[in-house]
């Protein structure tokens, strides 16, 4: 099967249940990423992420590995969600540019890595390669400093990357960028751009055309074209992670998760127009959010928008005026609490998944038979394991079997759920849990 680049990245983003989620040096004037989005004739989306952070914050350096985990963009086909604590941000101004902009730049990370270039991309090397990673739209942007002959030889090596390593030929040029393609198109699809300074990757050279043109003046850009998208970007696109859009837009296509799980999803629609950041201050220990949003309001949204953003602030301040909402507030550092947690490293041999369930004594005394619940998707090939209540153990695993698709947490609670890609001919869905270095099959399904 023909793995395309689009539905890798949906595949990948799916199965991660937190991410986190901006403009390189934040300052004065136009973000340095709005040069870089064409103007469109639909819905526009763009989420950002600076590297800076990790150098410039203590929290800063937290939240990039979480962001993009190297397990997310290295190993195959397995993501590893390794955090607690999220749920301590509570307050909308600040938990939404954090998730929803993360989980929207999270493409752009597993877009790079599936061409092999994931080196580039490395949370625990932020001073390396890309320093400022963001979704022009439907091209993935990775701004730093690139050496052109590592990155052309892992291209055309096929070095290895999510699914594999995929070997990539020169195919043509736009401006400064050389075009690589997929020499065998029945693995993986798409067009990736290399340059001294940026790693463009996109389905078609099209697209990537068109951004490269905007950056040269020979293409009109949404800022320029869209008075709603300059707005959005004067008012709250300055800071070190941002994410938002013109509606409408399919979330489905874009989004790093359910889109149905999105924060204060009544508020923030895909058919409104948003866009949000978050700002770190290492001198002063701070952390400021600022939001923009045009939708229609009557009094009662107006005044939820009042009383849910900024709660958390120290000093909130709201302004509703006609259908344009500006929201900003500033949090001392602490308020992102977030825990770390390491699964324990066993030589344990892993449950063999052809094998009924009949976990260990500890393993079934501390995973209840009705712990997991599963929905087949039909449409898109998946299946949605939802867990039924928190769990005391030290890992659990998510596997499909034909289609050779994982993902794990170490921090299992009631309502988290994973997304398993499966054989749309037939394919095993296993979960097996990790307890005192001791693993075992849980629970068992087959679909369709």
Not at 182 to 190: A, C, R
Not at 215 to 236: K, N, P, S, V, Y
Request: charged fraction near 30%; charge should be negative; aromatic fraction near 6%.
């Amino acid at each position: 099967m023909t793995l395309h680049r689009r539905r890798f990245l949906e595949l990948g983003a799916a199965a991660t249940t937190v991410a986190l989620c901006g403009c390189l040096g934040s300052g004065d004037g136009e973000p340095s990423y709005a040069e870089w989005i064409p103007a469109t004739d639909g819905g526009v989306h763009v989420g950002y992420l600076d590297f800076s952070i990790a150098r410039e914050t203590t929290e800063g350096a937290q939240l990039l590995p979480l962001i993009l985990p190297t397990d997310a963009t290295g190993g195959p086909r397995e993501v590893l969600t390794e955090i607690s604590g999220s749920d301590s941000v509570d307050d909308p101004l600040l938990s939404w540019p954090l998730e929803v902009g993360g989980r929207l730049v999270a493409g752009a990370a597993i877009a790079v890595a599936v061409s092999g270039l994931d080196y580039l991309v490395d949370p625990k090397q932020p001073d390396r390669g890309i320093q400022e990673l963001f979704m022009a739209d439907t091209v993935a942007v990775g701004r730093g400093e690139i050496d052109l002959e590592e990155a052309t030889e892992r291209l055309r090596s096929g070095s290895d990357g999510p699914i594999g390593g995929v070997r990539l030929e020169a195919t043509g040029s736009v401006g400064e960028f050389t075009l690589y393609e997929p020499i065998d198109d029945e693995t993986l699809d798409g067009v990736t751009a290399i340059s001294e300074t940026a790693v463009l990757v996109a389905d078609t050279a099209e697209e990537i055309r068109r951004v490269v043109e905007a950056t040269q003046g020979d293409h009109a850009r949404e800022i320029e074209e869209t008075e709603t998208f300059e707005w959005l970007i004067e008012t709250a696109g300055d800071g070190h992670i941002g994410g938002g859009w013109i509606g409408p837009i399919d979330l489905e296509d874009v989004y790093f998760g359910d889109p149905s799980e999105r924060p204060v999803d009544a508020l923030l629609r895909p058919d409104d127009d948003i866009f949000a950041s978050v700002t770190f201050d290492a001198e002063d220990g701070e952390v400021t959010a600022d939001l923009a949003v045009q939708r229609p309001l009557d009094d009662a949204t107006a005044t939820r928008f009042e009383s849910q953003f900024g709660s958390a602030s120290e000093n909130p301040s709201i302004t509703v005026e006609d259908e344009r909402v500006i929201a900003s507030g500033t949090y001392s550092e602490d308020v992102l609490d977030f825990e770390f947690s390491q699964p324990d490293r066993t030589t344990t041999e892993p449950p063999d998944a052809s094998k009924p369930v009949d976990p260990p004594e500890a393993v079934a005394e501390a995973v209840p038979d009705d712990a997991f619940e599963f929905t087949y998707e039909a449409e898109q090939d998946r299946v949605k394991v939802g867990i039924a209540e928190d769990l005391d153990v030290e890992k659990v695993t998510f596997s499909a079997v034909e289609s050779d698709y994982e993902a794990s947490t170490t921090t299992p609670r009631a309502d988290m759920y994973m997304y398993l890609y499966v054989d749309s001919d037939g394919d095993t869905v296993v979960v097996s849990a990790t307890v005192d270095g001791t693993s075992g099959v849980v629970a068992r399904k087959e679909f369709p």
